[in-house]
């Protein structure tokens, strides 16, 4: 089972409101990642946690700030955000420990309006 | 940083036929390229990979080609189908070190199989 699990699918929220994003992976693995991506364009590399602990921030804005509260979920907190922030976020996991292999969710919508 | 090259941005071709995407990178100690396959609205799929010590993969229709010498490695689509039409997006991977692993992705080719 390689499943990562994203709620919600959708999210429409005004640029004063604050909302968070789920992740969750039940495979075991260490290494968990948040991504952003635009309409026909790959995925941009925004967070990674290895074993609960941020070990890479792509100088993502303060508006951003990640979350891991056990190995098994990663959360993405949202506040204040502007509509260029529009896109989906797509949060994917890897085992770790040599093997490099990453899993993606189906991602969250969201919509900054 | 590594920097992933990917032609074609588009492809189309008939059921049945062949189809070749190609990828350079310009890191030569990147040692490891996956590729995902995303179709519309969903998140990108793991459908084949391949590190560095090895030059072809295969998994039913679908074959990874890597040439370490030139930098390159490309996914081969056999008797394509339909359910084959999506965006493929090849990726490297400099791994050694961390129990995590930074991918730097090619910008995508949108695959159309025309029955």
């Known amino acids: 089972d390689t499943e990562v699990t994203q709620t919600p699918k959708h999210l429409v929220m005004g640029m004063t409101n604050k909302k968070s994003l789920k992740c969750e992976q039940h495979m075991g693995h260490r290494a968990m990642y948040w991504y952003k991506q635009k309409a026909k364009k790959p995925p941009e590399l925004m967070f990674v946690y290895s074993y609960e602990k941020l070990s890479i921030n792509e100088s993502v804005p303060s508006r951003f700030s990640p979350e891991c509260p056990n190995s098994s979920l990663l959360n993405l907190h949202l506040h204040a955000l502007q509509p260029e922030d529009s896109a989906l976020y797509l949060c994917?996991?890897?085992?770790?420990?040599?093997?490099?292999?990453?899993?993606f969710g189906p991602g969250t919508r969201l919509t900054v309006t | 940083g590594e920097n992933v090259e990917q032609h074609p941005s588009t492809l189309s071709v008939q059921e049945g036929d062949s189809a070749v995407i190609k990828c350079t990178y310009s890191?030569?100690?990147?040692?490891?390229f996956p590729w995902y396959k995303q179709e519309l609205g969903k998140g990108p799929q793991l459908i084949i990979d391949?590190?560095?010590?090895?030059g072809e993969k295969k998994d039913q229709r679908i074959a990874v080609t890597l040439n370490k010498t030139a930098k390159h490695f490309s996914l081969h689509i056999t008797e394509t189908q339909p359910e084959d039409s999506a965006v493929y997006f090849c990726a490297a991977l400099l791994a050694g070190g961390t129990s995590y692993g930074k991918l730097t992705f090619g910008q995508g080719t949108i695959l159309t199989v025309h029955p």
């Open positions: 890191d030569s100690a990147s040692n490891y």
């Open positions: 391949i590190r560095s010590n090895v």
């Open positions: 994917a996991s890897s085992r770790g420990q040599g093997s490099y292999e990453q899993y």
